[in-house]
DNA sequence: CAATAAATGCACTTCCATTGCACTAATTAT
DNA sequence: ATAATTAGTGCAATGGAAGTGCATTTATTG
């Protein structure tokens, strides 16, 4: 048994033919991708069934779901210890609005954030635009 | 003519029925509004004027556009020297996951987050996530 | 008052997320 | 081993929101 289906399996999700494609697919790519992407490279599968693959890698903390502002979903694999959940955690994304491309910066906490009185956070997503670093030519 | 028109007249707004009857709901509530919430306070009129009334708003700098992360675009009204343009001067929202409200939090500038070599900051966009002042019972 | 430009309303399209249901593959119990 | 159960997959369809084209109405300007 190789190195992906133990991972999968550690993280309760059943190792199938198509959820370890999927999970290669995404570890190699180095980028944020859409469900679109992983249509386009598993035309053989399903959507729905690349749709759930990723719900149910995110439920499992294989994934995390990233909101760009884009308006597409996307998705990256979580590196070890990327606990998603806990806020002091969280790392930036950014996308590049040249070429559209979205980047977990997993180096770059989210600094912490004061609340007025009353408001308790949960959850905390930030999201900065501009030109990578592909784009602006260095 | 009244304090709105002029205001509309300044920001180069032909001050229309509507657009002032938009205006001062957003005013008067104190949250971010979407759409619907517009649609649904003026059913006499035709979703797609609220629709371009809050484009043209939005190119105006009389409201700035808000993803709270919900995946429904929000609105709220810009403060005097809002410059909702300028990186430096970008507030931070917050959402309430128990009442779904979504607030801009005005006075919480967005800390200046520095990113690694060759990446350029055009936007930053920073939700927080979490329980409301009114709904936590504070 | 006529000509022009802006605003509005209606119908329609597109795009992505999501769900229901049937079918197949895999796992567990007998 | 085989039947019963559960999990995974595929197809079809729905829903929600954003956006567009065009005709019509309203306002502005010559």
Do not use: W
């Not at 559209?100 to 007025?116: A, D, G, M, R, S």
Request: charged share 25%; net charge negative.
């Amino acid at each position: 048994m190789n190195e992906v289906e133990k991972f999968l399996e550690d993280q309760k999700v059943r190792p199938t033919a198509m959820r370890i494609l999927i999970y290669k697919y995404m570890a190699q790519k180095k980028i944020a991708v859409a469900l679109t992407d992983i249509e386009n490279a598993f035309t053989k599968s399903d959507r729905t069934t690349l749709y759930r693959t990723l719900k149910t890698f995110e439920e499992n903390g294989i994934v995390h779901q990233i909101d760009d502002g884009t308006g597409i979903s996307k998705y990256a694999l979580c590196e070890n210890g990327c606990n998603c959940e806990i806020e002091q955690d969280l790392h930036l994304h950014f996308h590049c609005s040249n070429c559209n491309e979205t980047v977990c910066l997993t180096e770059h906490k989210i600094p912490h954030i004061n609340l007025p009185e009353g408001y308790l956070a949960e959850d905390v997503n930030l999201v900065v635009k501009g030109i990578c670093e592909k784009c602006s030519g260095q």
